[in-house]
């Protein structure tokens, strides 16, 4: 049975790499290029070591097992960027957190999943949190309410990239762009709109735009800071 205690991956010190050994970074940006090619599920100890062309029992010296490789490919992510300016306008603060994780998530497709479930607790993901709070505790002192309202736009920011990404790999998976499958589907939407039974469908598909997915972004964002204002004015 594996032992239940969660890895100290933060607190225990590693040996310094031995000679042409590729240094803990070296694999860790290994191992994020695999995820966002391939998926995290591509990621394994023996792909990272063989990628770098360093044996598997060498990167074992370094990092314990798989879940620790993890544990650090979502900390050096978070750490890519720098930390949003502090704002005293609680508004401007939490777009800010909301663009950053956006773009963190865009460029590491597997990422959501693993921010969705257990809180990272690596330097740069912490550091993140707390400028996040900060944000949000601009908006009310109250921690409690401080911590839901940024719960409310990182769950905003994580579905809405999960539309776009689902866009992607359905393009992936079919091989056509969306413009293509619009087009081969068109016949059978004409049939479906000519019959009249969905005259709200029919006004979707003949006389809305397809905004942008920034624009798309930017506008459900601002629905959401509407609603938090709304909240805090009560």
């Not at 397809?210 to 709304?230: H, I, R, S, T, Y």
């Amino acid at each position: 049975m594996s032992d239940p205690t969660p890895s100290m991956v933060w607190t225990r010190s590693r040996p310094e790499p031995r000679r042409r050994a590729p240094r803990v970074d070296q694999y860790v940006a290994a191992a994020l290029a695999v995820a966002d090619a391939e998926g995290l599920a591509a990621v394994s100890m023996r792909r990272v070591a063989s990628d770098l062309g360093s044996g598997t029992a060498t990167l074992y010296r370094y990092i314990t097992n798989r879940d620790e490789l993890v544990d650090l490919m979502v900390d050096a992510a978070q750490g890519e960027d720098p930390l949003p300016e502090p704002s005293q306008d609680w508004r401007a603060g939490l777009a800010a957190v909301a663009h950053a994780l956006r773009a963190t998530l865009l460029r590491h497709p597997w990422l959501a999943g693993e921010l969705a479930g257990r809180l990272s607790l690596g330097p740069n993901s912490l550091r993140r949190s707390e400028a996040a709070l900060r944000a949000a505790v601009a908006l009310t002192p109250d921690i409690t309410l401080a911590s839901q309202a940024l719960g409310t736009v990182h769950a905003y920011v994580l579905g809405s990239v999960a539309t776009q990404q689902a866009v992607r790999s359905a393009e992936q998976r079919t091989g056509l762009t969306k413009e293509q499958w619009q087009r081969s589907v068109g016949p059978y939407i004409s049939e479906v709109l000519a019959a009249g039974k969905h005259p709200m469908l029919a006004r979707r598909i003949t006389e809305a735009e397809e905004p942008d997915p920034d624009v798309e972004f930017a506008f459900g964002l601002d629905c959401v800071l509407d609603g938090l204002a709304a909240r805090s004015d009560r």
